[in-house]
């Protein structure tokens, strides 16, 4: 049976991909909420979407009449939205709300990361407000998928300032043996659109990785990969660290943000448990390697 699935973001880097492996569905109807005045890049990811077959319904997050109008005969919502708590909490919150009252089943916030919910309240704004709208989701009595698949892998690919090809270094905070989980954007995208149709999964977090890598290791499969010996930089202690963050929480809360995700990275304290990466044997997930082939053109 065919279920109506309304996608928020689908303009961003991960919506856009999510909609476009719903579309390959034949049990997805596609409805995307895209906000009006689209230009360039953006216009045409939505229109390119809405050639192969997506609905479109014009609002925003901050328009309640929009999400209503949205919703309607929606089965479930996916959220890959990124933005302040003005879109994380509030506009995640009313677009579940309004999903609630017209009848949607499901809804996948945008979660998207680490375990956010094994954040400390107060460390990571990025986590701390998507824990507290998925608290008030939670609440409304209506399905809930935590989708959770660690750092894209992206942030490890050539051209990152992690790791430098062309220098052979590795940048990291501590001793870089911390494991992180890594998946790509695509392998999320993906596992989002089978688990957002899956009647079969239930409602908490749905943790997923294509790798599980520490600095370290990352630094070694790259030497392995392009024959180069990498050097291996730590920028400071755990300590050094959280005075890093503290000294920025004022003076670029944007960068301060970053140094919280690396400070995770650091101590462990996010990661995910109960992965469920091999749940459809038909979606094998990339792991670090065949990415790096891939983006060193091997
Ligand atoms: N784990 C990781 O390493 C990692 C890395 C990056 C992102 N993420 C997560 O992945 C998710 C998606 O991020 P992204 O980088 O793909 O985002 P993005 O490219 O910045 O796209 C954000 C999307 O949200 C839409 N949006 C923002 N505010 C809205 C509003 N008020 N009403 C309607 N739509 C609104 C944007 O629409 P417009 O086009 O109209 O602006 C756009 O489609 C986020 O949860 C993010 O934290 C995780």
Redesign the pocket.
Known sequence: MKQTILV????????SRIAHHLLEREDAIVRL???PG?EGK?RATADELVTRGAEVIE????DHASLDRATRGVDVIVS????GT??IVD?QVALAETGKRNGVRRILP?????DLFKATPGEHP?FNA?ATADKVIEGLGIEHIHML????MG?LQPGSPLIDYDKGTVTFWGDGKQPIELTTVEDTARMTARVALDRDVPSGKFAFAGDRLSFQQVADIAQTQTGKTFKRHSLGNEQQLRSAMKEMAASDPGRAIMLAYQLYMLNGQTSLDDLQSDRYPDLRLQNYTSFLAEQLGD
């Open positions: 928020a973001g689908a303009t961003g880097m991960l919506g909420l895209l906000r689209l953006k609002g925003d997050l901050a890959a939205v990124q933005g003005d879109a506009g945008s979660d998207f990361g680490l990025a998507r698949q660690g750092a894209f942030m």
